[in-house]
C-alpha cells in the first residue's frame, strides 16, 4: 500500500514539474523544428544562399530572440538592440561557448581572456588593460607615438609604388593596415618593435591571413559538430587554424622563456611593457600568471584586435571613395582644423564632429563583426516572457537592427549627417553596438577608436582616394568567412599637392 502511495505522489510530482516547469521559468524562445543530429542547419541553409543574411532571415519570421540548434548545441540568436542590451549585461552570460578550435588552442584548459572564464578571466581581463594603460595604450599620446610610427611606414610604402615619376597608383586595399595594426599591438606588449621582430610579425600577419580565410562554412560546420575537424581537417579549415594558433605560440614563448631568463639576470623590479609585468608577476602568483596564460593572452590580443581593426580601416576606405562627396567634407574638416598639414591628435576629434559621424556611420553599414564570439548562459535567464537555459550558446545579429526603418528612417543611404543634430554636434553614438555590451564587452574600444581616427586622418592628408578609372564600383556587402569583411577590392591613392 505505501508503495502504491509513493508511486502515485512520485507520478504527481513529475507531471506538476512538467507541466509547471515552463509557466514557472517561460517558454524557450520560439524558432524553427530541429532535425535529429543535424538540428536546424538545413533552415539556416535555406533561409539564404548568402550565410551573411541567414541568421538575420530567420529572425523575420520568429522575432527578434529564437532558438536554433546547432548540431547539439542549444542557440539562441538575437537580433534587437534591446534583446543584446538586456540580456549581454546580464553577468549570467559572462561565458564563452569553449568548444572545437578554441578549446585545442588552449590547450584545454581555462587560459586566456577572450575565451576563459571565472577567476582567470576576472584577474587577466582586468590586469592586462590595465596594465598596458600603465603602459601607454589607451593614453593617445602614447598610442600616436606607436600609430605614427606604424603609419610612415605604410605611407613609405604607398610611395615607393607611386615612384618618382608619377603622382597615384592603384593598390589593393585588402589587409593594408593589417601589419601596422599588428606592430602597433607588438610594440604594446613587447614595449619595443625591432627588426628582429619583423619576422614574427611578418608570420603572425600571414597565418593570421590564411586563419581568418577559413570559411565560415567550416567554422559553423565545425561548431555544429566539433568532432568533424579531427575527420575533415583539411576540408573544414582545421589545419590552417592550428597552424596559425601553433606559430603564435612558439613566437609568444619564445619572448616569455627570455624574459625570464633576462629577469633572473638583471634581476628587473620595475616593468616598463606587458611582456615584463606578466613575467614578473609569474613570481609572485604562477597560478594566473604562468606561461601557458602569456601565450594565450598574447594570441587573444594579437587576434582580437588586428583583424577587427584592420577590417574597419577597409570599410572605412571603401566608403570613402564609394561616396567621394563624403570624402571631401571629411577632408574639408581636416584642413580646417590643420591648414598646415600637421599631424593631427585624437584629441582634435572633439573640435571635427563630421568625421566622428562618419566613423558612426561607417560602423552602421559596415557592421564588422556581428556575431563573431557567441556567449554562453552560465544559468538560467529571462527575458520578457522566455527563458534562456543553462548551456545555451548566444549569438548577436546586429544586420536587421541596423537596417530598420524605424530607428534609421532611410538605412540604405550612407549618410554620417543621420549622426549630426542641427547645430552640427554628434547625437546618436550609443545607437552603434559594434563594440557590445556589458562587462564581457570589447576592452578595445578606445584603442579602435584612436587607431581608425589617426590612421584615417593622416591617410587622407597626403592622399586623395578613389576607385580606379575604369573599374567597377567596389561592392559594399560582406563576405563571408570567421569575421564579415568586404570583398577584395583596389583604390587609387593621389598624391595631394
Ligand atoms: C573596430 C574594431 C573592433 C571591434 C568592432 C570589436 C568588437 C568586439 C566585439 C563585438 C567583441 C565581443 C564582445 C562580447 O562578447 O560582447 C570583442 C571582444 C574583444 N575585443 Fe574587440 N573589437 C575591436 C577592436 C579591438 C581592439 C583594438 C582590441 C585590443 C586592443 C580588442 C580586444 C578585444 C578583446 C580582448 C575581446 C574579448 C573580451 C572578453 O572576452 O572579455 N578589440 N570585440
Known sequence: MFLYYALVIIAFLILYYLLLKDARYGKEPPGPKPLPIIGNLLDLVNSSGNMTLALGNLAEKYGEIY?????????????????????????????RDFSGMWVDRSFHKNLGIAFSEGEVWETLRPWTFKTLKDFGFGKSSEMERFIKVASERLFASIDYKIGPEKTSCNLDVELLYNSAILSIMWQMIVGRLSPEDEPSIKIISEKG????????????????????????????????????????????????????????????????????????????????????????????????????????????????????????????????????????????????????????????????LQNLVPRRALSNIAYKDYIIKKDTIIMSDTRLYYENKEDWIDPEAFRPERFLDEAGQVVNAGKIISFSFGKRNCPGELQANIVAFLGITSLLQRYKLSVPKGQQMPRLDMRPGLTLKPYPFQATFAKRQ
Open 67 to 95: 532558438s536554433l540548434k546547432l548540431g547539439s548545441k542549444k542557440s539562441v540568436v538575437l537580433t534587437s538592440k534591446e534583446a543584446m542590451q538586456i540580456i549581454l549585461s546580464n553577468e549570467a552570460t559572462f561565458a
Open 209 to 368: 591571413d590564411a586563419f581568418n580565410r577559413t570559411s565560415i562554412f567550416g567554422a559553423g560546420i565545425v561548431n555544429a559538430f566539433p568532432f568533424l575537424r579531427y575527420i575533415f581537417p583539411d576540408a573544414l579549415g582545421y589545419n590552417v587554424q592550428m597552424d596559425f594558433f601553433k606559430e603564435c605560440n612558439t613566437i609568444a614563448k619564445n619572448l616569455f622563456t627570455e624574459m625570464e631568463a633576462k629577469m633572473r639576470k638583471f634581476q628587473l623590479t620595475m616593468p616598463t611593457n606587458l611582456l615584463e609585468a606578466f613575467v614578473l608577476n609569474s613570481i609572485k602568483d604562477p597560478k594566473i600568471f604562468n606561461c601557458d596564460n602569456f601565450l594565450l593572452t598574447f594570441q587573444d590580443m594579437l587576434l582580437t584586435s588586428s583583424d577587427t581593426s584592420n577590417t574597419f580601416m577597409e570599410i572605412v576606405i571603401l566608403y570613402l571613395i564609394t561616396y567621394p562627396d563624403v570624402q571631401e567634407k571629411v577632408y574639408e574638416e581636416i584642413l580646417k582644423v590643420s591648414p598646415d598639414g600637421r599631424d593631427l591628435s585624437y584629441s582634435d576629434r572633439i573640435k571635427m564632429p563630421y568625421i566622428q559621424a562618419f566613423f558612426l556611420e561607417a560602423h552602421r553599414k559596415g557592421q564588422p
